[in-house]
């Protein structure tokens, strides 16, 4: 897998390296869905690459190619950002009990009242940023909790913060982040500002990467990697490519009653007995 993080790397050096113009052209946008389909060659094999550079990929697929960003600090902001939640025990609470996911933020702002928390405002400001827009641009369902109504065989949507919340007070603190004296000292000011100015558009760029790379899978490429791995089984025989052809149908819940052929082992002939 060192090669796909090298050539992810290379293509996002392209991209810090032209930083203020988008690159992605033809041959870039090819390399891109090149790396995304390799990722998927091989589902049932454990992946060794590290997750930010996995998320590199998946935001350079979804804010740079198909948003056409410029901004390649953004994307290396993001994915440190996404992993750094996703490897650490910031995102626990989330995981523990589904129950609280939408009262996340709240949590988090009693616990800011510690100053143990936080080394400073700048930090807690963007941290908490960073809070909302993970929220919103990864677990977007989370905020949409739902509770049985007990008189009626239905579900309601419960009272708790929502979306829209979320993206007036992630807005917000990075706003004041990017307005605190060490946002220059660390060199942050005009990426928190970015941050805050085009907060939907990367909470968009996640929701994306979310559903069709991290929570979910792309559908459409795992559709075409099955059939070209039964179309390998059916001119060569060999019951490897059926296995993996069965794998990718698995995930798309395929229907044996509509595609038998899927599961039916090509017959052998028999031995003659002298």
Avoid at 159 to 177: F, L, N, Q
Avoid at 217 to 235: P, Q, S, T
Wanted: with cysteine; hydrophobic share 40%.
């Amino acid at each position: 897998m060192w090669v796909l993080e090298e050539r992810i790397q290379r293509l996002k050096g392209a991209i810090l390296q032209h930083t203020g113009k988008n690159v992605a052209d033809a041959a870039f946008s090819a390399e891109v869905e090149a790396l995304l389909s390799a990722f998927y060659d091989d589902i049932g094999e454990i992946k060794s690459i590290p997750l930010r550079s996995l998320f590199d990929l998946f935001l350079i697929k979804t804010l740079y190619v198909n948003r056409h960003s410029t901004d390649g600090s953004v994307i290396d902001y993001l994915s440190g950002m996404m992993a750094g939640f996703l490897l650490t025990r910031d995102l626990f609470p989330l995981v523990r009990d589904n129950r609280r996911a939408g009262h996340m933020l709240s949590d988090l702002l009693d616990e800011m009242q510690s100053a143990a928390r936080f080394p400073n405002r700048f930090e807690a400001y963007r941290k908490l940023g960073d809070y909302s827009l993970f929220i919103t641009g990864v677990f977007p369902a989370s905020l949409r909790r739902r509770r049985r109504n007990r008189w009626r065989r239905s579900y309601t949507t419960a009272p708790t913060v929502d979306i829209p919340y979320h993206v007036s007070t992630g807005r917000s603190y990075y706003e004041m982040a990017s307005r605190h004296e060490l946002a220059e000292a660390t060199q942050q000011r005009a990426l928190l500002a970015k941050l805050a100015s085009y907060f939907e558009i990367y909470m968009s760029a996640m929701n994306e990467a979310s559903e069709r790379y991290i929570l979910g899978f792309d559908m459409n490429l795992i559709a075409d990697k099955m059939l070209d791995c039964f179309n390998r089984y059916r001119r060569t025989g060999d019951p490897s490519h059926l296995d993996q052809a069965r794998k990718y149908a698995a995930i798309l819940k395929v229907d044996r009653a509509s595609f038998p052929s899927l599961w039916r082992l090509r017959r052998t002939p028999r031995a003659t007995l002298l």
